[in-house]
């Protein structure tokens, strides 16, 4: 399953993106939802972005698009964000799960076994 965004959450992502990011350049000031911003393009390998940023002191995305170019159909992922709270102040218990009473435990991730394709069907050996 692909999660688009999830590299922006990891506690290393500024040394991942330095890393993966091939080329970023600045297209112009432009306004979302009503609000300055700065519109950015960039790829890495195998995602061409967007990004549009807040103006002002808070340059926070408002804004991201993901394109898949190798993809089949070069599919989109788009994200829009609003109502940041860099302040917040969430309690502990916010991020504890309790699971309901009638829960069972289940898996997350199961080890498949490795598939061999066609080939592996038919007795050839690689």
């Known amino acids: ?14 040394g991942d993106l330095d890393r ?11 306004a979302i939802l009503g609000a300055a ?3 950015l ?3 890495t390998d195998t ?12 340059p926070l995305p408002q804004r991201i698009v993901l394109t898949y170019p190798a993809e089949r159909g070069q599919p ?9 709270n860099v302040a917040a102040d969430a309690p502990d218990s916010a991020f504890t799960f309790t699971p ?5 435990k289940i898996p997350f991730a199961a080890a498949l076994p490795r598939y061999r394709g066609a080939s592996a069907k038919k007795g050839a050996s690689r």
């Not at 399953?1 to 500024?14: E, N």
């Not at 993966?20 to 000031?29: G, L, S």
């Open 100 to 104: 309901p009473a009638n829960a069972s």
């Open 76 to 84: 989109q992922f788009r994200a829009q964000f609003s109502g940041w």
């Open 37 to 39: 911003a700065h519109h």
């Open 1 to 14: 399953m692909r999660l688009p965004l999830a590299a922006l959450f990891l506690s290393k992502a500024g």
């Open 47 to 58: 995602v061409s972005f967007q990004v549009w940023i807040a103006d002002g002191d808070q």
């Open 20 to 30: 993966r990011v091939k080329a970023v350049e600045y297209v112009e000031k432009t």
């Open 41 to 43: 393009v960039g790829r």
